[in-house]
């Protein structure tokens, strides 16, 4: 062998020994696409790697949020130094996650109900807003405490309040504007001021 084909033949080896040689190949097959066969527990499934043998089968934990596996589902799974993980969905299951993201948004679905519990407190902050939109919002509460600079409530049909007793504290002037009014009582009523002025 001449000299030059030495020299281009240990160009193309890596050199024996340098830290780092040969994990390349391995870092590749650390992650690869499967199959969820068996849905084992809330937190495993028995998988099977994609074009693997039937009978090539391992057990892989749930690592996605939100993820509810299904058989035949396609993931991608990862391999720990001592387990496997389903890092990632693919196909019409990453579709069916209630938990997505688009763009900067993360958004939450269900076909059903969602229903968020806590043993505490249940927080909502945005920076700049909170929006709740629905046919029909229900407040359910012991009490309920409002605090804001502006309040501006708008209905287009009735605004009705029924309660046991209704008190208005006012620091500075209290308007009302109607194109017809009516005040009612069915005992008296009392209209009490240094002046009243009537029409």
């Known amino acids: 062998m001449s000299t030059k084909t030495r020299r281009r033949t240990f160009a193309t080896q890596p050199p024996a020994g340098r830290p780092g040689a040969g994990r390349g190949a391995a870092r590749q097959t ?3 696409r499967s199959e969820v066969v068996e849905v084992v527990d ?19 934990e ?3 949020l939100g993820y509810v596996p299904r058989p ?11 387990a496997s993980f389903v890092v990632g969905v693919l196909g019409e299951a990453r579709r069916r996650s209630p938990v997505r993201q688009e763009g900067d948004d993360v958004v939450l679905s269900a076909p059903g109900r969602v229903v968020l519990r806590a043993g505490e407190s249940v927080e909502l902050r945005g ?38 007793r209704v008190r208005f504290l006012v620091e500075g002037a209290l308007q009302m504007f109607a194109r017809r009014t009516t005040l009612a009582s069915e005992e008296e009523t009392v209209v009490d001021g240094r002046r009243v002025l009537l029409g």
């Open 42 to 60: 809330d937190d495993t499934v028995q998988v099977r790697r994609l074009g693997a043998a039937a009978s090539a089968l391992e057990l892989a």
């Open 30 to 32: 650390d992650v690869w």
């Open 72 to 82: 035949g589902d396609r993931v991608v799974v990862r391999r720990g130094a001592d």
């Open 127 to 164: 920076a700049q807003s909170v929006i709740v939109e629905a046919p029909r919002l229900e407040t359910r509460a012991r009490r309920i405490f409002e605090a804001a600079e502006d309040v501006y409530r708008e209905a287009q049909g009735l605004s009705q309040t029924r309660a046991g």
């Open 62 to 64: 749930l690592s996605v």
